[in-house]
């Protein structure tokens, strides 16, 4: 049964937390001060685009979404949320990674999914909401 109060987040949101883009930093920090959860998989995603792309030092990156912890709940990923995440890529055409995050979401039992990338308001399994923090911001 999923939280109606809980919620996860997506790699580019809790990228958008260190962005420079401040309107977009400052709901990507809303959103973590409600201690969403993340799964490995995010802070993996985070770690390989501030090294690789943001051309961070490791140890800033180690620094900086270790800090980050303290904002969010790992969701731990198994066997069966890749099962699930296969089965959901065939059901609702997302990319692998997506349908990862989506089984990570869905496995901690959280009613709200926050991605940009994915599609807005599209509801998954009938009890996971995927919702774009920044879609007002495009109107």
């Given at each position: 049964?999923?939280?109606?109060?809980k919620?996860?987040?997506?790699?580019?949101i809790v990228?958008?937390?260190?962005?420079?883009?401040?309107?977009?930093?400052?709901?990507?920090?809303?959103?973590?001060?409600?201690?969403?959860?993340i799964?490995?998989?995010?802070?993996?995603?985070?770690?390989?685009?501030?090294?690789?792309?943001?051309?961070?030092?490791?140890?800033?990156?180690?620094?900086?979404?270790g800090?980050?912890?303290?904002f969010?709940?790992v969701?731990?990923?198994?066997v069966?949320?890749?099962?699930?995440?296969?089965?959901l890529?065939?059901?609702?055409?997302?990319?692998?990674?997506?349908?990862?995050?989506?089984?990570?979401?869905?496995?901690?039992?959280?009613?709200s999914?926050?991605?940009?990338d994915?599609?807005?308001?599209?509801v998954?399994?009938?009890?996971?909401?995927?919702?774009?923090?920044?879609?007002?911001?495009?109107?």
């Amino acid at each position: 049964m999923p939280d109606a109060n809980k919620a996860f987040l997506d790699s580019n949101i809790v990228l958008y937390a260190l962005d420079i883009d401040i309107t977009k930093r400052d709901i990507a920090w809303t959103l973590l001060f409600g201690m969403p959860c993340i799964s490995l998989q995010v802070l993996n995603e985070c770690s390989n685009v501030l090294n690789r792309k943001r051309q961070w030092p490791a140890e800033e990156v180690a620094k900086t979404l270790g800090h980050l912890l303290a904002f969010v709940q790992v969701e731990p990923s198994d066997v069966a949320t890749v099962r699930s995440a296969w089965r959901l890529q065939t059901r609702y055409r997302y990319s692998y990674y997506d349908s990862l995050i989506i089984s990570a979401a869905l496995a901690a039992g959280c009613s709200s999914l926050y991605s940009e990338d994915m599609q807005h308001g599209q509801v998954i399994e009938g009890r996971l909401t995927i919702i774009n923090p920044f879609s007002e911001l495009t109107l």
